[in-house]
T-cell receptor, first 113, second 112 residues
């Protein structure tokens, strides 16, 4: 099976702009989670989507949003970008049961200038 | 709130040495614990997943243990190799909420 794919891999934006990141899970997986990774804060959970519904949400402002399509592909949107949003954004997929492992994509590196 | 701590933050060892990485968590009501490896600028690769009812899992030179009551897990790497150099992260899943909490990682450097 193909692994988790994320597009784009690298992105440069300026403050105030918005950005959309995409994640395609492993075939058959219904859950997609998003994480932000920075040197200072480490890996932080953003949200999880399961069968097109947001199942869990981390402690991030409303500027961070997401959605999931019927084919389980997911997008994450960040509006009004701030310098502190510069990070590696990772998505992970799994079938949907808590006992299962997560499979991570390579990430999208976002730089906000 | 669940907090996950990893000690040490960085570790440098000569090739061939056996080593132990530590992970501790504050709330023992976990569903499972997972160890990951991350190479610089890359995503995470799952190494071992331990369910809350299990005490340990093994894969090749890796052995992970879990002591839920004390809130601790260890990752044992036998006969370390330069290719093991990476950052190792542990993550716990808590009951009922399907949320994942990651430690800050241990950066391992295995010197040839």
């Amino acid at each position: 099976k193909a692994g988790v794919t994320q597009t784009p891999r690298y992105l440069i934006k300026t403050r105030g702009q918005q950005v959309t990141l995409s994640c395609s899970p492993i075939s058959g997986h219904r859950s997609v989670s998003w994480y932000q990774q920075t040197p200072g804060q480490g890996l932080q959970f953003l949200f999880e989507y399961f069968s097109e519904t947001q199942r869990n949400k981390g402690n991030f402002p409303g500027r961070f949003s997401g959605r999931q399509f019927s084919n389980s592909r997911s997008e994450m949107n960040v509006s009004t970008l701030e310098l502190g949003d510069s990070a590696l954004y990772l998505c992970a997929s799994r079938d949907g049961l808590a006992r299962e492992t997560q499979y991570f994509g390579p990430g999208t590196r976002l730089l906000v200038l | 709130k669940q907090e996950v701590t990893q000690i040490p933050a960085a570790l440098s060892v000569p090739e061939g040495e056996n080593l132990v990485l530590n992970c501790s968590f504050t709330d023992s009501a976990i569903y499972n614990l997972q160890w990951f490896r991350q190479d610089p600028g890359k995503g995470l690769t799952s190494l071992l997943l331990i369910q809350s009812s299990q005490r340990e899992q093994t894969s090749g030179r890796l052995n992970a243990s879990l002591d839920k009551s004390s809130g601790r897990s260890t990752l044992y790497i036998a006969a370390s190799q330069p290719g093991d150099s990476a950052t190792y992260l542990c993550a716990v899943t808590i009951y009922n909420f399907n949320k994942f909490y990651f430690g800050s990682g241990t950066k391992l450097n295995v010197k040839p």
